[in-house]
């Protein structure tokens, strides 16, 4: 293994996770039970949703939400290209297509409500949105849109626990009232949530499906477990005697041990969601008069409305051809970079799944974009020395 200088993300773990996974592992009970269910309560408080269910990842997050809203053979997603494999995978398990629509622009990752409007056929059956490194989509106009043609939203709220869109309140009578803040994966029909090593806060392998709806929760909590009507945990306190199955359901339940480092991980959260904004912003104030960078999200970045939870920093370089010489420089200067994201549409599997000249924007990007690296954890010293080797190598171009 490498060791980098400055690696691209970095984990918290602290006496806090250390003691509460062993005590879980001193109760004598690691399959899913209470420590869950308190995980989900601080979760679903943390968010500002009525419910939330602990999964095993975020992939089975999505699949769980797309299934749960009935999305099956003959429906399609709408969804972006710019985003990781698992949103697109996670509708292919249902049995439904994801058709991709293009981002918001070179300097908005999101995707684009208009180009959402532009794919909306009879087939469609939902949209999933993703908030990009953490910075909130255009859900005002994406929940107008979906209302105005009966499709369901899933939110790939997996970068932004934590970040929340600054929209228009929508009461089902009253119509619309003042702006407020709206928490990212509260906001369409489910939220899901990643807690991968690498996210704003991880469990190792974890997720999480939010949701204000009683039946539409029921529901996602027996698809959960196999689609039966009670839990092991439920019998082991003789709650229950037997079960029925109702569903075609899964086995995506999360364990003990992960609930309860998700318990601390969370505990962190605003304060490492807080540290990431001052370094993206150190970033941004020194990056945005370099030649040869452009700074996307630059405008949410510099007067948000919205809250972001800052889970990437990506850059632009205006010439992609020097991408790879780019990045193998930072790595000579121990500063790992990554892609987020290579375009799903151009992976093997997704051949043909968008016409060519279809996604210009996301094609663009995905050619150019860089990610810079951004932890709660970062040293000062850390995030100079990326700057450093970024000013380095403008510096070599221009001689
Ligand atoms: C990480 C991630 C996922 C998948 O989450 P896992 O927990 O790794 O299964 C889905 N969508 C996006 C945008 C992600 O970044």
Redesign the pocket.
């Known amino acids: 293994m490498t060791e980098w200088r400055v690696p691209l993300a970095d984990v918290a773990i602290g006496p806090e996770e250390l003691s509460a996974v062993s005590d879980v592992l001193r109760s004598g009970w690691l399959s899913m039970g209470p420590v869950t269910a308190e995980f989900e309560a601080h979760f679903a408080a943390y968010i500002g949703v009525k419910h939330a269910i602990a999964v095993t990842?975020?992939?089975?997050a999505?699949h769980l939400a797309h299934a749960a809203l009935g999305a099956g053979l003959g429906d399609t997603v709408i969804c972006p290209s710019l985003?990781?494999v698992?949103?697109a995978n996670a509708i292919r398990y249902t049995g439904a297509r994801p058709v991709f629509a293009d981002i918001a622009g070179v300097h908005d990752f999101n995707i684009s409500a208009a180009a959402i409007a532009a794919k909306i056929d009879a087939s469609t059956k939902g949209i999933c949105v993703?908030h990009y490194g953490g910075h909130p989509c255009d859900m005002t106009a994406i929940m107008q849109l979906a209302r105005a043609h009966g499709l369901y939203v899933v939110e790939?709220a997996?970068?932004a626990p934590g970040a929340a869109c600054h929209m228009p309140v929508v009461h089902e009578d009253a119509g619309e009232d003042a702006l407020a803040m709206h928490p990212c994966g509260t906001i369409g029909d489910v939220g899901c949530f990643?807690?991968?090593a690498n996210?704003n806060m991880t469990t190792g392998?974890?997720?999480m499906v939010t949701t204000n709806d009683d039946a539409l929760a029921a529901r996602l909590r027996r698809l959960r477990s196999h689609g039966m009507t009670s839990l092991t945990w439920d019998r082991h306190r003789g709650h229950s005697a037997s079960y029925d199955v109702v569903d075609w359901g899964y086995n995506y339940r999360i364990d003990e041990l992960r609930s309860a480092l998700g318990l601390a991980q969370l505990r962190r959260l605003k304060t490492d969601n807080r540290k990431r904004a001052e370094i993206a912003q150190a970033y941004t104030a020194q990056l945005q008069p370099l030649d040869g960078l452009e700074i996307p999200f630059y405008t949410s970045m510099t007067a948000p409305s919205n809250l972001s939870s800052f889970h990437l920093y990506p850059v632009l370089l205006k010439d992609a051809s020097t991408r790879a010489q780019f990045r193998s420089f930072m790595q000579r200067q121990g500063v790992q970079t990554s892609i987020h994201y290579p375009a799903i549409h151009r992976f093997s599997r997704y051949q043909g799944t968008a016409a060519e000249g279809d996604l210009p924007l996301t094609d663009e990007v995905a050619q150019r974009v860089v990610t810079l690296p951004l932890y709660a954890g970062m040293r000062p010293e850390q995030r100079d020395g990326v700057l450093q080797a970024i000013r380095q190598w403008q510096a070599l171009r221009a001689a």
């Not at 990842?57 to 089975?60: K, M, Q, V, W």
Request: net charge negative; proline share 0%.
């Open positions: 990842n975020g992939t089975a999505l985003t990781f698992a949103t993703v790939d997996a970068h990643s807690f991968f996210k392998e974890g997720g």
